[in-house]
Every structure is written in C-alpha cells, then in structure tokens.
C-alpha cells in the first residue's frame, strides 16, 4: 500500500517565477492539505482539498493556489515566487472525518 | 484562535533510557485533538500519536505514551527506552473543532539520543 507521495523531491527556481508541486495521497483518502516549513519551524497550514474544492485556507496569499483531481491527487502551484517561499512543502492526506493525517516526504523548494 | 508551545529547542538522552517531550497548547474550544509527529533529517513527517480531549485515559503506542493533562493543558510526549533512531525533530500538533480539525504546529523539540 502506497502512502503519500510527492514530486518534485527538489526544485530550485528563481524569483519571479512560477512552481508546481505535486502530491499523490494515501490510498483510501480523499482529503489533501499543503504545509509549508521554513527552516527551524513547524509545517504552517496553507490549504485543504476535498471533493475537488478548496476546504480551507490559511494565512497565506492569493499567489499560493492549488487543484485536487478527480482520483484525489493534488497541486500546488506558487506564483511571482519570492526568496521567502523557500521551503519544505509537505502535502498531508486523510480520510474525510478522521483526524490522522499521513504525510509526504515533501518538496525542498529553494528560490534563488 | 488555537497555539501550540514547545519550549525545549533540544533535548539529550541517553540510549535506553525515557525521555520527556513538553507541549502545552490554548484553545477555547471543548473538543479537540493533540497530535505528535516525528521529523527525521529526512524531512517526512511520521505520526506517533493521537489524544482526543474527551478520552480518559492517556494514549499509549509501543514506547510512545502521551501524559494528557487536561487542566494544566499540556500533552507531554514520554519515549521509553530510547534507541539511536529515535534522534530527530518531534512535533506536537492540535486541531480543534472551531478550526475543523487543520493542526497547529509547535516549533518542535530536537531530540538527539547518545549510545
């Protein structure tokens, strides 16, 4: 059974430029969030998916957008990047009305 | 809004012997759940652990226990007999029923195991 996955492993852009992440959820799931961690600092929340709609949403601006498939996969799309948005991202699946959440290896994303 | 501390940067233990974890959290809502995580330099983050705030007794898995105090509001993270691989980051998380259950992250404690 495969868990949670994530593609890229890692990614450097430069500022100004524009970055998708991808992330495969556990099978079983249904449900897809996106964390952000800077370094020393814990995951902050930045989205959920369910049913192919955004769920819920962080403090985190409008550059940030993802997109949930109809097989439960994710995206995470990040415009107009800034040297800030380097990061690990760690998508996170789970069943709707459970609270565990799986997570992914995550996206080492560095923006020059 | 719910906040999650973690106020041991890093912590040392010899193999073999228990180890404690502090968390304490804030949130005004009656229903909720404390969560920890294991972060190794790998960067996935692996569950160790749940405890709802309406269970009564302190959640237990393997060698992890968590000492639930609901009144103090903290859910310390308690490893017994340490082992090499236990070195790595450990995060405490809460989701609430006003925040539908998203987690809040602590900073998380580094816990490095000596032989």
């Known amino acids: 059974d495969a868990g949670v996955t994530q593609s890229p492993t890692h990614l450097i852009k430069t500022r100004g430029q524009q970055v998708t992440l991808r992330c495969s959820p556990k099978?079983?799931?249904?449900?897809v969030s996106w964390y952000q961690q800077a370094l020393g600092q814990g995951p902050q929340f930045i989205f959920q998916?369910?049913?192919?709609?955004?769920?819920q949403r962080g403090n985190f601006p409008d550059r940030f957008s993802g997109h949930q498939f109809p097989n439960y996969s994710s995206e995470l799309n990040v415009n107009a990047l800034l040297l800030g948005d380097s990061a690990l991202y760690l998508c996170?699946?789970?069943?709707?009305?459970?609270?565990?959440?799986?997570f992914g290896p995550g996206t080492r994303l560095t923006v020059l | 809004a719910q906040k999650i501390t973690q106020t041991q940067p890093g912590m040392f233990v010899q193999e073999k012997e228990a180890v404690t974890l502090d968390c304490t959290y804030d949130?005004?809502?009656?229903?909720?759940?404390l969560f920890w995580y294991k972060q190794p330099s790998s960067g996935e983050m692996i569950f160790l652990i749940y405890?709802?705030?309406?269970?009564?007794q302190n959640a237990t898995e393997g060698r992890y226990s968590l000492n639930f105090q609901k009144a103090r509001k903290s859910a310390n993270l308690v490893i017994s007999a340490s082992q090499l691989g236990d070195s790595a980051m450990y995060f405490c998380?809460?989701?609430?029923?006003?925040?539908?259950?998203?987690?809040?992250f602590g900073r998380g404690t580094s816990l490095i195991v000596h032989p």
């Open positions: 998380a809460m989701g609430s029923s006003g925040g539908s259950y998203i987690p809040t």
């Open positions: 998916y369910y049913e192919e709609e955004e769920r």
């Open positions: 405890q709802g705030s309406y269970d009564q």
């Open positions: 996170a699946s789970s069943s709707r009305g459970l609270n565990e959440q799986f």
């Open positions: 099978s079983g799931h249904d449900t």
């Open positions: 949130t005004s809502d009656p229903s909720y759940g």
